[in-house]
C-alpha cells in the first residue's frame, strides 16, 4: 500500500509562485523504482498531466503547454516530491494531484498511475 499526502495548495495572485509537496509512504513503496507525477483538474474539465519525475534517477517529462514555469524535482531524504509553481495564471486553478506508479515509467495519461492523493486546491487570482 502506498499513501501519498499533498500540501502547499492556496490562493495566489497571478504572476506568483507556489511550491506543492507530495510526500510518499507506504511499506511496499519502493523508492528506487517508482515514478511520481503531477496531475491536475480544473472545474468541469478533465485531469491533465503536468508534470512526472523518475524516483531514483531524476529524470523528468512534462506537459509541453507548462515547460518553464513549473518544475518538479525530488528529495530522496524526505520521500516527498514537489512541483515548483511560478508565473501563475488564472487558468492554473484546479486541484492538484500527487501520483505514483511502481513501473518507473513517465506516463501523461492518468489511467497508469494506480496511486493516487486526495488533492491540494490552488486558486489563482486576477
Known amino acids: 500500500q502506498v499513501q501519498l499526502v499533498e500540501s502547499g495548495g492556496g490562493l495566489v495572485q497571478a504572476g506568483g509562485s507556489l511550491r506543492l509537496s507530495c510526500a510518499a509512504s507506504?511499506?511496499?513503496?519502493?523508492?528506487?523504482?517508482?515514478?511520481m507525477a503531477w496531475f491536475r483538474q480544473a472545474p468541469g474539465k478533465e485531469r491533465e498531466f503536468v508534470a512526472a519525475?523518475?524516483?531514483?534517477?531524476?529524470?523528468?517529462y512534462y506537459a509541453d503547454s507548462l515547460k518553464g514555469r513549473f518544475a518538479i524535482s525530488r528529495d530522496n531524504a524526505k520521500n516527498t516530491v514537489y512541483l515548483q509553481m511560478n508565473s501563475l495564471k488564472p487558468e492554473d486553478t484546479a486541484v492538484y494531484y500527487c501520483?505514483?506508479?511502481?513501473?518507473?515509467?513517465?506516463?501523461?495519461?492518468?489511467?497508469?498511475?494506480?496511486?493516487w492523493g486526495q488533492g491540494t486546491q490552488v486558486t489563482v487570482s486576477s
Open positions: 519525475i523518475r524516483w531514483n534517477i531524476g529524470y523528468t
Open positions: 507506504g511499506r511496499t513503496f519502493n523508492f528506487n523504482t517508482y515514478a
Open positions: 501520483a505514483a506508479d511502481p513501473r518507473g515509467i513517465l506516463f501523461g495519461d492518468s489511467r497508469e498511475y494506480g496511486y
